[in-house]
């Protein structure tokens, strides 16, 4: 059985340091991910029907409507986001209500490359959702449709 020299303790120790380091590091730059839809709670209102608010706060929150030939469903033409360049973020939205006291708005977001191409984004990452949900959230508040969130956040309230 060969022992270990003073020199090589210190070697593994230094490459356990960098793989953690390493692990940490590659953690924090994880980006912090996101469905592709937000819940809003539509309390009852005399004067205004729900489909008019949604109508209304896409509106302010510089969204155009679109028809669509779904029944109770609110769709949005298509809006660029940001351009890299290579590529241009682009996404339109839609809003189907869920029941009578709330709707989900469901985003698309796309990649829309420069030679024509069009890929489909699974997520939302916190600098992507920068781009317009702040702005969706204030229109729709509003128009009195409070944001409830994702069923992650909604769950993770009920944890803490």
């Known amino acids: 059985m060969e022992r270990i020299g003073h020199w090589g303790r210190h070697?593994?120790?230094a490459a356990v340091f960098v793989a953690a380091v390493s692990a940490l590091l590659l953690s924090?730059?994880?980006?912090?991910l996101s469905p592709l839809y937000r819940d809003y709670e539509a309390p009852a209102s005399d004067s205004v029907a729900v489909e008019a608010r949604v109508v209304a706060a896409l509106q302010e929150a510089g969204w155009d409507t679109v028809a669509t030939d779904l029944p109770h469903a609110i769709e949005t033409e298509e809006k660029v986001?940001?351009?890299w360049g290579v590529y241009k973020l682009a996404a339109s939205l839609e809003v189907t209500p869920m029941g009578s006291d709330h709707v989900r708005v469901f985003v698309h977001p796309y990649r829309k490359y420069f030679i024509g191409g069009k890929g489909k984004i699974q997520y939302l990452t916190r600098r992507v959702r920068a781009r317009f949900i702040p702005e969706l959230n204030d229109a729709f508040a509003n128009q009195g449709l409070q944001l409830a969130g994702t069923p992650f956040e909604r769950d993770d309230t009920v944890l803490r």
């Open 11 to 13: 070697r593994a120790l």
């Open 28 to 32: 924090a730059c994880a980006p912090s």
């Open 81 to 83: 986001l940001t351009n």
